[in-house]
């Protein structure tokens, strides 16, 4: 079944041109509501740890240019830019952060 999730993956990568990457966040998402309050910090940290817990090397993420906060974030929790990436009409920063060297 692996087998088949690694192809998946790689032609999935393949058609929106998305880095592979050894684990890959989607989407974070917190209520402007809530915004502000370490819920966006303390969900990405909990994933961090969870992946460094996996042994993956790094975890990669777009980010929205028009999203400055979000890159602040992601920043300050060291994931660096390695890039631009379009999936659509948009393009998007392409973030990642290595785990282990």
Do not use: W
Request: proline share 3%.
């Amino acid at each position: 079944m692996r087998k088949y999730s690694q192809i998946i993956f790689k032609l999935l990568n393949s058609i929106f041109r998305v880095p592979i990457c050894s684990e890959y966040i989607d989407t974070v998402s917190v209520s402007p509501l809530h915004q502000g309050k370490g819920i966006g910090k303390k969900l990405l940290t909990s994933a961090i740890a969870t992946t460094k817990a996996e042994n993956h090397k790094k975890i990669g993420l777009l980010v929205d240019f028009k999203n400055p906060n979000a890159k602040k974030l992601y920043l300050a929790l060291g994931f660096k830019s390695v890039g631009k990436k379009q999936l659509g009409y948009s393009v998007y920063e392409h973030l990642q952060l290595k785990l282990y060297a």
